[in-house]
C-alpha cells in the first residue's frame, strides 16, 4: 500500500518520503506542561492491561511523578506488579556521564545495583548514539498492539523542574514549559514500529552493563504486522531523525512503502519546511532554539508573504546559542536572524512569571511544537537546530486537524497571554499575542507587572 492522501482543503502537505504513512482515524490530546502531562501518562499505566514501554533521554535523581507517585521507577515497578511486560530504553553518553554525572541515566554501575537493591524487575536497555549526539526521543507507548494502546510523543525530560502546573507559579526551582502529544489509533502503531526497531538495535543490549537485569537476556521484540483500530478522525504522522546507518532492520510499517533505513530519516525536517513553505496566514512556533538557518530563511519567505510569525524561546538562551554568537563562522545566520526584527509580523517572544515580591522568574521554553494556519501542528522532541534535524534521533508526530489544532492554539495563548482567544481566527490571536508581547516588553522595562507571560524580545540580540 502507499501513503494515504490528505482530504481536499488541506493545504499543508505530509511526507511521502519516510518510513510511516499518514494515518487516518486517531484521536490527539496535547498535554501542556508537565504535571499534567505526567499524571495523564501515570493514569494511562495504571490503567494498562499488558504492556509499558518508555524510551528516556535526560532524567535527574530527583524526578517524582505527580501526586505522591514516586519517582519513575516507583511508577514501572507498580507496573510489573501487576504482571504487566515493561521496557525501557535509556540513552548512555559515557562522557557526558563523567561531565555532568547525574542528567541522564546512563546505567552506571551504583545506578544498576540500585536497581537490583530496590527489587526491580523491568526489563532495561542502553543505547549510546553516534559522537556527541543524543538519544533524545521521549516516547511511552501503553499497551502496545492491543485495544487499548495509547501512545505519548514529545519532549518533557524526567526532571523535577518540568513537573510544573499550568501557569507556571514561580518556583524556587528551574521552571519549564513543555508538551506532550497523546495518540490513539492506527499512528500508534508506527509509534511501536519505532520502539522494536530501536530496543533490537540497542547499542549496549547484549553488555552486561548494558541491560537489566544484567543475567537476563533481553530478547527480540516483533514487529507490528498490524496497524491499531481507528479511535478517532484525525490524521496523523510519525516522523523521526535517525542517522544514516543506525539501524539495519528495514522491517517495513504495515501500511509503509519499502525504506531503506542505512540512509537514515529526515522525515521531521522535511514536514517542517513542508509546512512553513505551505503557510497562508499564521505560523506559531515553541521551542527550545532559533538555530537552524533553512528554518530562518523559510520564516523570512513566509513573512513576505504577509504570514503573521510568533515565536516563543527561552528567554535566557541555551548556552549553544550563547557560544555560536562569538564565532565567526555563524556571522551569515545571526545576520538573518537579525533581520526578522525588520518583519512587521514577526515577534520573537520569552515567558515569564512573578515571585510573591513581584520579581519575574524566567520560564525555560522546552516545548517543540509548530501550528500553522490553525489548521496543521507538530509536538516532539526535536529542537529548531541542526543536531536535531540531522544528528540526535528524534521522534515527533504531526497531525491535521483544524478543530484540534485551534483548541490547542486557544489553549497555549490562554497560558501565556491570560486571555481567550476562541473568539478570534488564528491571523486575530496571534496579532493580539504580538500585542501584548511588545506592551509586556515595555512594562518589564520600567518594571511594572505583565499582563500574562508573553513579553517580547529583540532577534537582534538574543544570545548576546
Same mark, same amino acid.
Given at each position: 500500500m502507499g501513503q494515504s492522501m490528505l482530504p481536499a482543503g488541506h493545504h499543508v502537505p505530509s511526507i511521502s518520503s519516510g518510513p510511516y504513512p499518514l494515518r487516518h482515524g486517531n484521536r490527539v490530546r496535547p498535554l501542556v506542561d508537565g504535571e499534567p502531562a505526567f499524571r495523564r501518562i501515570c493514569e494511562a499505566v495504571e490503567a494498562a492491561s499488558d504492556s509499558v514501554w518508555v524510551t528516556v533521554a535526560f532524567m535527574s535523581r530527583? =524526578?517524582?511523578?505527580?501526586?505522591?507517585?514516586?519517582?519513575?521507577?516507583?511508577?514501572?515497578?507498580?507496573?510489573?506488579?501487576?504482571?504487566?511486560?515493561? %521496557?525501557?530504553?535509556?540513552?548512555?553518553?559515557?562522557?557526558?556521564?563523567?561531565?555532568?554525572?547525574?542528567?541522564?541515566? &546512563?546505567?552506571?554501575?551504583?545506578?544498576?545495583?540500585?536497581?537490583?537493591?530496590?527489587?526491580?524487575?523491568f526489563h532495561a536497555v542502553w543505547d549510546q548514539a553516534d559522537g556527541n549526539y543524543c538519544q533524545h526521543q521521549k516516547s511511552w507507548l501503553v499497551d502496545a498492539g492491543t485495544e487499548g494502546e495509547i501512545a505519548f510523543v514529545g519532549g518533557i525530560n524526567l526532571g523535577q523542574d518540568s513537573t510544573v502546573p499550568v501557569g507556571h507559579p514561580a518556583t524556587d526551582g528551574g521552571n519549564v514549559h513543555d508538551v506532550y502529544l497523546e495518540l490513539q489509533g492506527p499512528s500508534g502503531t508506527d509509534v511501536h514500529h519505532n520502539f522494536v526497531q530501536r530496543w533490537n538495535g540497542a547499542s549496549d543490549r547484549q553488555q552486561p552493563d548494558g541491560r537489566f537485569p544484567a543475567d537476563v537476556e533481553p530478547g527480540l521484540l516483533a514487529f507490528p504486522t498490524r496497524p491499531s483500530e481507528p479511535r478517532g478522525e484525525v490524521p496523523v504522522q510519525i516522523q523521526r531523525t535517525v542517522r544514516a546507518g543506525r539501524y539495519t532492520d528495514d522491517t517495513a510499517t504495515p501500511g509503509g512503502e519499502p525504506f531503506a533505513i542505512e540512509r537514515g530519516d529526515k522525515?521531521?525536517?522535511?514536514?517542517?519546511?513542508?509546512?512553513?513553505?505551505?503557510?497562508?496566514?499564521?505560523?506559531?512556533?515553541?521551542?527550545?532554539a532559533i538555530g537552524y538557518a533553512p528554518v530562518v530563511d523559510a520564516l523570512h519567505d513566509a513573512l513576505r508573504r504577509g504570514v503573521q510569525v510568533v515565536f516563543l524561546v527561552p528567554a535566557e538562551p541555551n548556552q549553544d546559542m550563547v557560544k555560536a554568537r562569538t564565532d565567526p563562522k555563524a556571522?551569515?545566520?545571526?545576520?538573518?536572524?537579525?533581520?526578522?526584527?525588520?518583519?512587521?509580523?514577526?515577534?520573537?517572544?520569552?515567558?515569564? &512569571?512573578p515571585r510573591e515580591d513581584g520579581e519575574l522568574q524566567n520560564i525555560y521554553v522546552h516545548a517543540k511544537i509548530a501550528l500553522?494556519?490553525?489548521?496543521?501542528?507538530?509536538?516532539? &522532541?526535536?529542537?529548531?537546530?541542526? %543536531?536535531?534535524?540531522?544528528?540526535?534521533?528524534?521522534?515527533?508526530?504531526?497531525?491535521?486537524?483544524?478543530?484540534?489544532?485551534?483548541? =490547542? %492554539?486557544?489553549?497555549?495563548?490562554?497560558?501565556?497571554?491570560?486571555?481567550?482567544? &476562541?473568539?478570534?481566527?488564528?491571523?486575530?490571536a496571534l496579532s493580539l499575542y504580538a500585542e501584548i508581547a511588545r506592551d509586556n516588553a515595555a512594562r518589564r522595562a520600567r518594571g511594572d507587572a505583565l499582563s500574562g507571560l508573553a513579553f517580547a524580545l529583540e532577534a537582534s540580540t538574543y544570545g548576546a
Amino acid at each position: 500500500m502507499g501513503q494515504s492522501m490528505l482530504p481536499a482543503g488541506h493545504h499543508v502537505p505530509s511526507i511521502s518520503s519516510g518510513p510511516y504513512p499518514l494515518r487516518h482515524g486517531n484521536r490527539v490530546r496535547p498535554l501542556v506542561d508537565g504535571e499534567p502531562a505526567f499524571r495523564r501518562i501515570c493514569e494511562a499505566v495504571e490503567a494498562a492491561s499488558d504492556s509499558v514501554w518508555v524510551t528516556v533521554a535526560f532524567m535527574s535523581r530527583d =524526578f517524582a511523578m505527580p501526586d505522591g507517585r514516586g519517582s519513575l521507577f516507583d511508577v514501572l515497578d507498580a507496573a510489573v506488579a501487576r504482571g504487566l511486560d515493561v %521496557r525501557v530504553i535509556f540513552w548512555r553518553h559515557t562522557l557526558l556521564e563523567q561531565i555532568k554525572p547525574g542528567t541522564h541515566y &546512563s546505567g552506571t554501575e551504583p545506578e544498576r545495583q540500585a536497581l537490583a537493591d530496590r527489587g526491580s524487575r523491568f526489563h532495561a536497555v542502553w543505547d549510546q548514539a553516534d559522537g556527541n549526539y543524543c538519544q533524545h526521543q521521549k516516547s511511552w507507548l501503553v499497551d502496545a498492539g492491543t485495544e487499548g494502546e495509547i501512545a505519548f510523543v514529545g519532549g518533557i525530560n524526567l526532571g523535577q523542574d518540568s513537573t510544573v502546573p499550568v501557569g507556571h507559579p514561580a518556583t524556587d526551582g528551574g521552571n519549564v514549559h513543555d508538551v506532550y502529544l497523546e495518540l490513539q489509533g492506527p499512528s500508534g502503531t508506527d509509534v511501536h514500529h519505532n520502539f522494536v526497531q530501536r530496543w533490537n538495535g540497542a547499542s549496549d543490549r547484549q553488555q552486561p552493563d548494558g541491560r537489566f537485569p544484567a543475567d537476563v537476556e533481553p530478547g527480540l521484540l516483533a514487529f507490528p504486522t498490524r496497524p491499531s483500530e481507528p479511535r478517532g478522525e484525525v490524521p496523523v504522522q510519525i516522523q523521526r531523525t535517525v542517522r544514516a546507518g543506525r539501524y539495519t532492520d528495514d522491517t517495513a510499517t504495515p501500511g509503509g512503502e519499502p525504506f531503506a533505513i542505512e540512509r537514515g530519516d529526515k522525515t521531521i525536517l522535511a514536514q517542517y519546511l513542508a509546512a512553513l513553505q505551505a503557510a497562508k496566514h499564521t505560523i506559531y512556533v515553541e521551542d527550545q532554539a532559533i538555530g537552524y538557518a533553512p528554518v530562518v530563511d523559510a520564516l523570512h519567505d513566509a513573512l513576505r508573504r504577509g504570514v503573521q510569525v510568533v515565536f516563543l524561546v527561552p528567554a535566557e538562551p541555551n548556552q549553544d546559542m550563547v557560544k555560536a554568537r562569538t564565532d565567526p563562522k555563524a556571522k551569515a545566520f545571526f545576520d538573518s536572524l537579525t533581520a526578522l526584527d525588520d518583519h512587521a509580523h514577526f515577534t520573537l517572544v520569552g515567558i515569564a &512569571s512573578p515571585r510573591e515580591d513581584g520579581e519575574l522568574q524566567n520560564i525555560y521554553v522546552h516545548a517543540k511544537i509548530a501550528l500553522v494556519d490553525d489548521h496543521w501542528c507538530t509536538v516532539g &522532541s526535536t529542537n529548531i537546530a541542526a %543536531r536535531s534535524f540531522h544528528g540526535d534521533t528524534e521522534l515527533n508526530a504531526s497531525f491535521w486537524c483544524t478543530k484540534a489544532v485551534r483548541a =490547542f %492554539r486557544v489553549e497555549l495563548l490562554a497560558e501565556h497571554l491570560g486571555r481567550d482567544t &476562541s473568539d478570534l481566527d488564528d491571523r486575530g490571536a496571534l496579532s493580539l499575542y504580538a500585542e501584548i508581547a511588545r506592551d509586556n516588553a515595555a512594562r518589564r522595562a520600567r518594571g511594572d507587572a505583565l499582563s500574562g507571560l508573553a513579553f517580547a524580545l529583540e532577534a537582534s540580540t538574543y544570545g548576546a
